[in-house]
């Protein structure tokens, strides 16, 4: 018994707020993943961590003006998607240069919202709770709303999955098929800022790049399903935060003079970890039975080659 | 002009993932000669020139230049690689990237003195490239970036210009202009020129010698001593025909023989 | 404004902008905009860290930033894939928060560390800082052309055995002095727009690699001696303005350039049309 009561410190599976945290945790989690594995496919990493800066804006900003932070982390993002869809997601290194500049603007006004947030509240903890996330205190309200988002964006995945998959691999086919090649990638950049802004509230903007790529990213090189990979991300993910969410429970007891680590720190360190593990071939070679067919080299051609739409 | 070789390479040879690229590779090159360097695409001709440069280390064999092994500080090799591509926005003009090849492996901040100044402007009257020396150097065309780039190497003085499918992208009214810049500047100044290409066509009324290279193997001498059936057959090991046709060279392989390691050579130019 | 602690401040942000814009004009150069981002979050864990172990930050800022800068250098050698990028930046980020929830001042430490504080220089650290700034400034100084021709054209310069490699390794290791030094005043997520933006603009007015470099230095002190004077006025943070600030000194630049290009194409044509 007290093996158990070593990991689960007392009170875990009472505790009101813990359960509140395990299922938004679960929940977004399993949006990001979905999302992270096609956004690691089409090699649109960059802009996954645009739509952070900018939902980090839009967190801070609805703070401020009292607005619930998910609403903003959401809305930021889709703003920032459609902003992004406007000037074309094309990588060149003059455009990099000129994205890098305003998402430093975006930032920066994320920086002038936070110290309003001190200033004017008596509240402190604005910049942790927006940055690095506070899934404790999360008012169970919010739970339905978060719900329906995240089944919303699993559904828009369903929906698109087909010519979503095509136009990764050739923009020419799916043109040639009728299929709206732009509002196909314009659709599915709305799903990844209504997912980063899921987990934003979960493990906090800055960090929430963690929960999109390192499930899927793992999930991708271990194996050459796209299901599978999508499966195994969702695994991954929700894992990664379960655990992550009972360890800062626990270092609550185990770091006496604290409150605790964060439990955004531990989600991403078990993500990064995970990450670096599904990199050691002997796991991809245990894990051979999960993919159809074998490449010798272990690394998936098929799905990374891509098309940037 | 000595007759000790600006370039020797010696039965190099160097494999990679188990097949064999380049294999006893061997000729030399005299002050002030134009070399062609002979052969399609993806046959080591890329990796040939990078060995000699010493970028890449053969398996076998050495490279000699003026007598010595080579070292990267030796500076009597000038380059011009394939694909630079260079941003617009770069803040530096073609003449400033001229200079630098006069001075870019030197430490600090110093000014340049006025006979510097005066050399640039000379290298840059050599190779034609007044008009546009003041614009930024990768707002060039490709031709006018060529021009900068082998302005660039030559103005170090170096013994030997390597130049990697300088003519590849180029339309052929530049091409022509290139050849004839490059046989110009190779005797005003002395330099001797190794230039590899998938096509001879344009270089036969320039060309020294020819280093002709197919899988690895290859025959080296006058164009009139290497481009014949027999010393071509061999070294593809199965027969061909070359056939002279007004002044230009189609090489062919027998019928019902596969041309695709010839077919690379776009043969006959039609102007 | 300009008496008692804060003769500190002016001395120190003149330091931080003409060391941010020398070492800037290579970084928008080299276009190494994943270093501009992943050395600072480096030093932010390292700022935090020190905090917890009684250290000075300065110290932290160094060791983790030169540890990054190194990684990097390592990573890039062997080709990193994208995703250990992305996640070792963000993984330096909530380290840094692991850190600073352990010590007793998280939220104000926070805060500074990540979007800076004009009073983040202490005057007892103005020596060291000052100290790698010239150190900084000497280094470019020195490599200079070896820098211009390996950023522009590395084929070339291997040729010539200028060596890129070892090349990119010292300047990597510059930025993370630069980083060390600039993370106090302008905060770890908003330096890089400090970085990026003066350069980037200086070259939209010129040809000239030394004027490009000049008008860099100049449009960043610029810049930060506005952000801290409004800073100082409106108590609003540091980074903020300085990002601001450098985003329009970019959009006159780029705006600048298309008038430049519309005035020279009305020119060709008045040209024309009086010989035509």
């Known amino acids: ?309 | 002009m000595t007759n000790s070789p600006v370039l020797e390479v010696d039965n190099v040879g160097l494999s990679f993932s188990g097949r064999r690229i380049l294999d006893g590779v061997s000729f030399e090159i005299h002050g002030g000669e134009f070399t062609g360097l002979i052969g399609s695409n993806g046959v080591g001709k890329t990796t040939l020139l990078r060995i000699i440069l010493g970028l890449q280390r053969p398996d076998s064999g050495e490279v000699r230049v003026l007598g010595a092994p080579l070292s990267p500080r030796s500076r009597s090799l000038g380059y011009v690689p394939q694909k630079v591509v260079i941003d617009p926005d770069i803040p530096m003009r073609a003449r400033d990237f001229v200079a630098l090849g006069l001075d870019a492996h030197r430490y600090g901040f110093a000014r340049r003195t006025a006979q510097q100044h005066e050399l640039v402007e000379k290298m840059l009257h050599d190779v034609d490239a007044e008009r546009f020396a003041d614009h930024r150097v990768g707002s060039l065309s490709g031709g006018e970036q060529q021009r900068i780039f082998i302005a660039h190497a030559l103005i170090s003085q170096p013994k030997l210009l390597l130049l990697d499918e300088p003519l590849a992208n180029l339309d052929p009214k530049s091409v022509q202009e290139i050849v004839a810049l490059l046989h110009r500047v190779a005797s005003d100044h002395q330099v001797a020129i190794l230039l590899s290409a998938h096509e001879m066509n344009a270089l036969l009324p320039v060309m020294d010698r020819i280093v002709y290279v197919t899988d690895g193997r290859a025959a080296s001498g006058t164009t009139d001593e290497v481009v014949r059936s027999e010393v071509l057959s061999k070294l593809y090991g199965h027969h061909v025909d070359v056939l002279k046709l007004h002044g230009r060279v189609l090489v062919v392989a027998e019928p019902g023989r596969d041309n695709e390691d010839i077919a690379q050579h776009p043969t006959l130019t039609v102007d | 404004m300009f008496t008692g602690f804060m003769v500190n401040a002016w001395q120190v942000a003149t330091i931080v902008a003409i060391v941010a814009g020398v070492v800037g004009f290579f970084v928008v150069l080299r276009g190494s905009a994943f270093p501009a981002h992943a050395i600072p979050n480096g030093a932010f864990a390292g700022a935090a860290g020190a905090n917890l172990i009684a250290v000075s930050p300065l110290i932290g800022l160094g060791v983790f930033s030169l540890g990054a800068a190194l990684g990097i250098g390592a990573m890039s050698r062997r080709g990193r894939p994208d995703a250990v990028t992305a996640l070792a930046l963000v993984m330096m980020l909530a380290l840094g928060a692991a850190f600073l929830s352990l010590s007793t001042e998280y939220e104000p430490e926070i805060f500074s560390l990540l979007f800076g504080e004009i009073l983040g220089v202490s005057s007892n650290e103005i020596l060291p800082v000052a100290v790698l700034g010239v150190v900084c400034i000497v280094a470019v100084g020195v490599l200079y052309r070896r820098l211009l021709l390996t950023s522009i054209a590395p084929e070339i310069a291997a040729a010539r055995g200028l060596r890129p490699q070892r090349i990119e390794t010292a300047f990597l290791i510059v930025v993370a002095c630069a980083t060390t030094m600039t993370v106090p005043v302008v905060g770890a997520l908003l330096i890089f727009t400090l970085m990026i933006g003066p350069p980037a603009a200086a070259r939209c007015f010129t040809n000239r690699t030394e004027r490009a470099m000049l008008g860099s230095i100049v449009i960043a002190l610029l810049t930060v001696w506005m952000a801290i004077g409004c800073s100082y006025e409106t108590n609003w943070p540091v980074g903020f303005y300085v990002s601001v600030f450098s985003a329009t000194w970019y959009g006159i630049g780029r705006g600048y350039v298309v008038w430049h290009k519309t005035r020279v194409v009305h020119l060709e044509s008045a040209t024309s049309m009086e010989l035509g």
Request: net charge positive; glycine share 10%; aromatic share 10%.
């Open chain 1, 1 to 309: 018994m007290n093996a158990v009561h070593i990991f689960f410190e007392p009170g875990f599976f009472t505790s009101s707020p813990v359960h509140v945290a395990l299922v938004i945790g679960a929940v977004t989690a399993v949006a990001s993943a979905v999302v992270g594995v096609f956004t690691v496919v089409r090699s649109q990493s960059f802009a996954g961590h645009a739509l952070t800066d900018v939902a980090t804006t839009g967190g801070s900003g609805a703070f401020f003006f009292g607005i619930s932070p998910l609403v903003g982390f959401i809305g930021g993002g889709v703003i920032g998607a459609g902003a992004m869809d406007l000037i074309g997601v094309q990588r060149m290194r003059s455009r990099d240069m000129a994205t890098g500049i305003v998402l430093g603007s975006a930032t920066g006004l994320a920086a002038l919202f936070l110290y309003l947030d001190t200033t004017k509240s008596a509240t402190t903890g604005a910049t942790q709770q927006i940055l690095f996330g506070s899934i404790f205190t999360i008012d169970p309200s919010t739970i339905p709303l978060v719900v329906i988002l995240s089944a919303l964006t699993l559904a828009v995945i369903g929906l698109i999955y087909r010519p979503l998959l095509l136009s990764s691999f050739s923009a020419e086919l799916t043109r040639a098929r009728g299929i709206n090649l732009r509002g196909v990638g314009l659709l599915f950049m709305i799903a990844m800022a209504v997912s980063v802004g899921l987990s934003s509230i979960a493990v906090g903007s800055i960090l929430s790049t963690a929960l999109l790529i390192g499930p899927a990213a793992a999930s991708v090189r271990l194996t050459n399903s796209l299901r599978a990979a999508m499966v195994l991300a969702c695994v991954l993910g929700v894992l990664a935060t379960w655990l992550g969410i009972l360890f800062a429970y626990d270092s609550f007891y185990w770091i006496p003079s604290s409150q605790g680590l964060p439990v955004s720190f531990f989600i991403v360190s078990l993500i990064f970890v995970s990450y670096l593990i599904s990199g050691l071939s002997v796991v991809r070679r245990s894990l051979g039975w999960l993919t159809a067919n074998r490449l010798p080299t272990g690394s998936t051609p098929a799905l990374t080659s891509k098309v940037e739409v």
